[in-house]
């Protein structure tokens, strides 16, 4: 799905009009979207609505919300920023529809849009649209501190989180129960900013918004996307041809559908590839179970953990389904010696995932740097000059690696080589959070955040890799200049070992044939899903990594059908 700037959007909403599809047309549209997405997810006959509604073309698809909300049985009152012409169509089609029709400048007191607040079941926020970024005050600002003294009594502000509806993730996954008040924003919550992600600090926070056509950059960025809530994207008749060229793409359920590696009725465990998970030591002996799980519950027909030998004992009793390669180690970490022993294993295998758990000890590093041929990177020395590291370089490896996952402490070893990049087969597949990708570029960390998207397509292609940038709103680049944006910020997956099981997931996927980019993507959108699904079930604190693993055939089950 195409992200679009605001100037995007009003070049193809003017295509559109030009074309025959006429601004009243979408707006029309627009508003019956609003209000079927309530009547969606709660009953409205019999209760109250209110409608915030604004001076522009934001107010006017309020208002047309307001006549099919009223027209379907519930009691909608309008609240008027400023007075509309009396001869506006969509005011005179409300009113005629029996909606309540009041004004902010004849309601000095507040008293009106209070009553409403304290008995609505909806508050609909269509004061500002994508046109309009300004400071709030006045009218504006005395309306949205109303909305929230009033709401704050009848329940919690609403959680900062994002979560993507329809046609974001599939419908009918997550079960959504709205709470009373429930907050819905047309196109964006008022106080937005629809290009930067900037939020005035009195901006309505919604628990759903209903935006038209494309999402904007503005949903994906912070602070703004604190107050989106849940997004679902609403068809108004804007044919592709009208739209320019995005400013990025979003992946949708569409895509991941499109995705999926078949799974044949006449399949047996080798037509879903066999994955090796490189990782683990005595001081993270987790990491590896995690991978590996997730591997065999994303599809996988075969999974094996190559781990040092003296964990093994810890790890056996936990993973009845997988198989093990014991790797010679020293005080439980990897050593270069393992790399021969492992090279004459992984014959047969599709997919690799080297990393999770390996520690940054110099014999580890070195195990990774052996695996490639690796030489270490020059080090700056106290006073400030290159000190050059003695090793000779280690022979490359003869046998060839299965295609790659690397994540975690295989990417903390790659960032202590030199020219890593070339000497690493490729593709592969890379899964860096911010401080990793900062240790592989020597960009601050604030600096890859400022501008993830861009980041990441830029190293990618200078890479020759696949890149995953971790995070709110992961970013998946390749090689060729392809990017996409994950419709996913969920706090419930801060927390460790989250990156094991996304690793493990995308090595089930290259094992089951996906290439690299679409791999990496459909891997991250249904970790994704998956961690959604646990803070709907869960709660945003208190899902811990392996919550995830269970939900993944659920996640897959819902695209399927």
Same mark, same amino acid.
């Given at each position: ?93 409300? +009113? ?21 607040? +304290? ?34 009594? +009848?329940?919690?502000?609403?959680? *900062? ?119 683990? *030591? ?27 030998? *003296? ?68 080090? +700056? ?179 399927? *059908?």
């Amino acid at each position: 799905m195409q992200v679009l700037t605001v100037a995007q959007m009003r070049q193809a909403e003017a295509a559109a009009d030009a074309a025959g599809h006429t601004y009243a047309r979408m707006m029309e549209r627009a508003g019956r979207a609003v209000a079927q997405e309530i009547m969606r997810r709660m009953p409205v006959r019999g209760r109250r609505i209110l409608i915030l509604v604004g001076p522009g073309n934001n107010g006017g698809d309020g208002l047309t919300a307001a006549r099919f909300l009223q027209e379907a049985g519930a009691e909608v009152g309008c609240y008027l920023l400023k007075p509309r012409e009396e001869t506006d169509p969509v005011l005179q089609a409300a +009113r005629a529809a029996g909606c309540f029709i009041a004004q902010a400048p004849d309601d000095r007191t507040g008293r009106v849009l209070r009553l409403w607040l +304290r008995s609505t079941a909806v508050v609909v926020d269509a004061l500002l649209g994508t046109g309009t970024a300004r400071p709030l005050e006045g009218d504006l600002l005395r309306i949205l501190q109303a909305v929230r003294a009033e709401v704050s009594e +009848r329940r919690p502000w609403p959680a *900062s989180f994002f979560a993507p509806g329809p046609p974001l993730i599939p419908a009918g996954l997550i079960d959504r129960t709205p709470p009373e008040p429930w907050l819905v924003a047309v196109d964006g919550p008022t106080g937005m900013h629809y290009d930067t992600g900037g939020l005035d600090p009195h901006a309505f926070h919604a628990d759903l918004t209903v935006t038209f056509a494309y999402p904007k950059v503005g949903h994906f960025r912070f602070p703004a996307a604190h107050a989106v809530g849940e997004l679902v994207v609403a068809d108004i008749g804007i044919e592709p041809k009208w739209v320019p060229e995005a400013a990025f793409e979003v992946m949708d359920a569409a895509m991941a559908q499109a995705w999926r590696p078949p799974r044949p009725a006449d399949a047996h465990k080798n037509t879903f590839g066999k994955v090796a998970v490189v990782a683990g *030591s005595v001081h993270y002996p987790g990491a590896p179970v995690l991978a590996a799980q997730a591997a065999a519950r994303a599809g996988a027909g075969w999974v094996t953990l190559a781990v040092p030998r *003296s964990i093994y004992p810890v790890l056996a009793a936990r993973t009845a389904e997988i198989t093990y390669l014991l790797l010679p180690d020293e005080l439980g970490v990897l050593v270069p010696d393992a790399v021969e022993v492992l090279g004459r294993a992984l014959e047969g295998y599709a997919a690799l995932v080297l990393g999770p758990g390996l520690t940054q000890e110099k014999e580890a590093v070195a195990f990774v740097h052996h695996m490639f041929g690796m030489e270490p990177a020059a080090k +700056r020395g106290r006073i400030g000059f290159q000190v050059e590291e003695t090793p000779a370089r280690p022979p490359a490896p003869a046998n060839r690696w299965p295609p790659l996952v690397v994540d975690a402490d295989g990417l903390n070893a790659l960032a202590q080589a030199r020219d890593w990049a070339a000497r690493l087969p490729g593709p592969a597949i890379l899964t860096p959070h911010p401080g990793e990708m900062a240790r592989l570029t020597g960009l601050p960390k604030a600096a890859i955040e400022e501008d993830r998207l861009g980041t990441a397509r830029r190293f990618a292609q200078e890479w020759g890799h696949v890149v995953v940038l971790k995070g709110a709103f992961t970013v998946v680049a390749a090689p060729d200049g392809r990017a996409l944006v994950m419709p996913f910020a969920n706090p419930a997956l801060a927390t460790a070992g989250t990156g094991d099981v996304l690793a493990g997931i995308l090595a089930a996927l290259r094992a089951q044939g996906l290439p690299p980019f679409e791999a990496a993507a459909l891997g991250t959108y249904l970790h994704g899903l998956a961690g959604e699904l646990a803070r709907r079930e869960i709660g945003a604190a208190g899902v811990v990594a392996g919550d995830l693993i269970p939900r993944l055939p659920l996640v897959r089950r819902a695209l399927d *059908s």
